[in-house]
């Protein structure tokens, strides 16, 4: 589920219990985020890998911080850390 909770956010992913995988942003996609952040919320089997690497491929020309509370996400899934 994507929703838009408040003009500080411009992509909310939050309570996907299945989700593992975000849309590819490599190598000529790119995703550019004019105002507000992203926030990851209860995302059961999304791993912080898995969003850090998305994120790192957005431009927030906010320069606001993405919020990703690491204790509601990936906690039921086996992810790989590095």
């Known amino acids: 589920m994507f929703l838009v909770l408040s003009v500080r956010d411009a992509m909310v992913v939050r309570?996907?219990?299945n989700l593992q995988e975000i849309w590819d942003t490599?190598?000529?996609h790119n995703v550019?985020?004019?105002k507000g952040s992203i926030?990851?919320?209860d995302n059961a089997k999304l791993c912080?890998?898995?969003i850090r690497d998305f994120v790192e491929h957005v431009h927030i020309i906010s320069g606001k911080k993405p919020i990703i509370p690491h204790t509601t996400n990936?906690?039921?899934a086996i992810c790989m850390y590095s």
Do not use: A
């Open 15 to 17: 309570g996907n219990p």
């Open 39 to 41: 926030r990851f919320i």
């Open 48 to 50: 912080l890998s898995v």
């Open 32 to 34: 550019t985020m004019m």
């Open 26 to 28: 490599q190598p000529h």
């Open 74 to 76: 990936g906690y039921s």
